[in-house]
């Protein structure tokens, strides 16, 4: 099995794992374990995008400059990745001051019981 | 240029950090350097957009270049500001501005960052041209909306701030598959790039961004966590949030849906935009709260958004339309919630500018001349080029929208908010002006006024001095309340002037613009009715606005001419149209309610003159139809039965009416039923007697409706049974009203005699018998409202509350004494009229045939079915009431005077002083025999058919359920059923 296929498919049962955590799960901590869960398969995809078999990691030094365009991998996705990880980490953070504080206010964390808005 | 374009985008965001050091230590200042920040901003925008030429609206897809990231396009990561978004900037810096002081508000400079972030993430998301940026730019709106959303409010800003938590976690996790998927397949991050996405990629990817651009844009049927987040956070941050991120967004999505591989079949973005539309706001009509019908109305423009995307193509005319119509609603929405009171939660606005709110209201439903109407009228226009069926489900949708928006400002009135408070909303509207008087200017060499030349001279000179005369004659009574309420006289003088408009339209646009001015300054007048004043100008709207759709329908379909009203669909639109706003077949529900609760002369001015102005348009559709066999036998028809039915039913509801006003309301309904059966008939003779009666209806009902207003306006009755016996105090007013009652009764000598015959010949001409038997049936029964009408308020026993009552004040006398001449003069020398008429007419019609033994000669009109010479008989008239006036003077029995008291009870208990009053159910005995007509009444088929729609709103409001996770699951089986419904479409 290649690397590639196994990222794809970590990736892929991460993300299905995280997207039915995120709508069968109805405590709101367990909800943004879900969202880590599935955030994290997105980020494992993204560097999928990026993978070319037998490539090294894109840090460009002295060693490999003169052939960096065909010994490193796709550095954009990694770009991408960095800047999700980082983005998906204050929304975590987010997401589980705001379940704290919810229940902390409403007495509950049951998602199925914030339902005054409605219709 | 590049630099102060990047300066306006990351300024607020180096704001952001530096209040957020700030906020504690020195709130004040850090106060102030917000304010500072977005000023200096606004300032900045504003130079961008003066520099790319944006104000003009002309080549809004100009655009200049901001490189942020390393390398060269299309390896670099670039911003774009165009000269659309650089509008759209302005208002997002001038929203950010406004709403500043109020949510920072006492204490809470904590909120400075969020406000000043949002901002950033706003332009960024505007300026954005790749993925990776909008992703970032949506990433910082989200956990910066979630924080706002958190940070004040009642409890239920935590169920906002949870859904839209749990929509923005989903749509990041969506976005990066689209990101991913798109880099794989393309090597780009350009949003372009989406387009160049092909096979199963192609169907994923469209899937995606479309779920992600209708839950973002809270589009049918992603729409519930929006309405909620509406209805959960604190006003002033649903202002904020409105005219900043959602605006945004909605311009985001017109970047991205039209690179979308779906977009190759733009009739996806059509189905979804129209569907949507009218399912979301056949919700929005069950809202109560004030806050969740502006989520539904959001839900509205998303939709807009799919259609503006399906149907306009043209890069500059989309921009515009974007900016038009989203930064307009983006502007009203802020407004309308700036207006909540400082402690309004949701269902609660205590304090709200009810003076302001209107605008607002008008501006989101775009009305003219705000600048949502005109991209309104712009994207309808291209629908009809392409599709026009189109039209159909777009325009009910638009119009549900505009009757629960409507209802949003006729249910919350109350006092003015706090001072301070008011500002932002009156820049708003200040703000939207501006921007409508950019549209109109763009949209000017579609707009023409000049004289009439569709309709023959003679008549249009008739209706032009109608319009003018009318106006004149209303106006003098408005101004007897000008202390009191200003209001009223100034939107009545709105009204009177866009009748003029109508009358002067040579182009669709310019004739629906002045309709549209023309209902909604009058639903303004009769707003200010002290009577239930409110309540019936929101029927008197929610009726108009029906009919306002129907007429822009009928303008779309013409091709913007009006010559092409005449066109079929058009006409029979415009048919409907009229009988709607005559009140006719059952619509009178908003025209009696209308006229019983409007000041005095407002209700004249409509029933006497602005009724006119819908008869003027029906002809003007009419007039094409001539000549052609058939179709237009068949609805003029149509339109005489409905006329003929409603002249009976009117007349018999005006005779069982319990106050003045009322019964004057039916009449009139009634009365505009006899020139619908006139101008039915399609011939020279039926238009003629339709014209003459439509010139005697204005004369008398707006005598009538002064008359009225007078006696109102002295004894403060509105009940017969609070009148009576008026005949010694209101001489003049009795007399005036006298004149008008008997002209309109159709009895010699007076002029309603004439109008009817010349319209029983018109009908016995055409061989349409039975039309004339039913419309026999309703001139009798006008006699009974007629004597109603007299005895109630002038004659019987005077009550003792109006003792002291003075005759009317001159400026509603003398207006009815001019008038009275008019219809002396109709009446004595109807030959001036008919003399150039009828040729008019004949040779309209090019069909001499049937004026076959119709002649004038002198003082005489011979018809085939007899002559009649006006003055003759009125001599006579005069002769025979002078010889039994003097026998009776002479021989009959003295009258004895009775005063109010003069009753005996026998013993008996008696009842309530109304109903020994001689007035009191005057007509119950026919009241008795009616008594099976209520069943079928309008009242109870109309809320039958209200039930039925609100039936059909609960339907799709099982989706806004109010569950977060039901939302997400929308979502996912949204992208389920797009992915197997586009899987296989080439």
Known sequence: MSLSLVLLLSSMGLLLTGLVGIMAKKHLLRIALAFTLASTGVNILLVWTGYLAGRKAPIIDASIEEIATVAVVDPVPQALVLTSIVIGVAVSALLVVVAVLTSRELGTADVRRMRNLKW | MVTIAAFSIFLPLAGAFITAFLAKAAPRAAELLGKAVLAAGLVLTAKVASNLGAWDLWGLSQAILIPTGVGIPPFSIDLVVTAGASLVAVVIYGVALLSLGRIVGEGGQKRLPLSLSLVTASLGLLYATDLFNSFVFLEI?????????????????????????????????LFLIVVALVYRSTGELRLVALGRTGGLVAVVTSVLMLAIIMAETKAFPLLGWGVDYYHGIWPPFAALYSGTWSLAMLLWGVKVLPLLPVAQDPRIYAWLGAGGLVASQVAGLRQRSPSRPLGYSTSAFASLLLLLVAFVYDPDQLLRLAVLLFGGQALAKFGLFMLAGREAHGDRWEKAGARWRVLLVFALIGLPPFPVFWAKFELLSEMARFWPAMLGPVLLGLFLEAVYVLRFWAQRSGGEPEGDALWPSRLGVLGLLAGGYLAARFMW???SWSMPAYLPPFMSLIFGVMFVAGAVAVLPGALLRWRQDAGHGLWLGLAAVSLLGIFFATSGLSLYVAWEISAFASVMAVSKGGFRGRGSAFWFAAFAAFSGYLVLGAVLLSGGSIRGLGLFPAVLLIALAVVVKLGQAGAHLWSVRAYRSAPGTVSAFLAGVSSKGVIYLLMLGLVGLVGLPGKDHNLGLILAWIGVFTALGGAILASLSGTPKKLLAYSSVSQLGYVLVGLGLMTPLGWTAAVYHTVHHFLFKTVLFLGIAGVLYRTGG???????????????????????????AGVPPLAGFGGKWLLYQGLLDAGRLPLAAVAMCASVVAFLYSFRLLHGVFLGQLSSKNKSVREAPLALILPQFVLVCGIFVMSFRPTLFLERLLPEMTQLFGWPMSLKGFSINGFSVLGPFGHWNAWAVGMMVFLLFGVAFVFYW????????VGQLDIGY???LPPSPEEVHFSFEFYRHYERALVFLPSWGAERIFAWFVSLVNGAGDLTRILVSGDGRTYLIHIVLFVVCGFMLLWGMP
Do not use: C, N, Q
Request: hydrophobic share 45%; net charge positive.
């Open chain 2, 445 to 447: 060499p579609d707009m």
């Open chain 2, 890 to 897: 002479v021989s009959g029995p003295k009258p004895k005077h």
């Open chain 2, 718 to 744: 509105r009940f017969f049974t609070d009148l009576g016996g008026l005949i010694k105090k209101m001489p003049f007013t009795f007399l005036f009203t006298l004149i008008a009652v008997i002209s309109y």
């Open chain 2, 141 to 173: 709106g989200s956990i910066v909306t979630i924080g706002l959303a958190a940070s004040r409010g009642g409890p239920r800003r935590w169920e906002a701030a949870v859904k839209l938590a749990l929509i923005s976690g989903l749509v990041t996790i």
């Open chain 2, 906 to 908: 026998s013993g008996e």
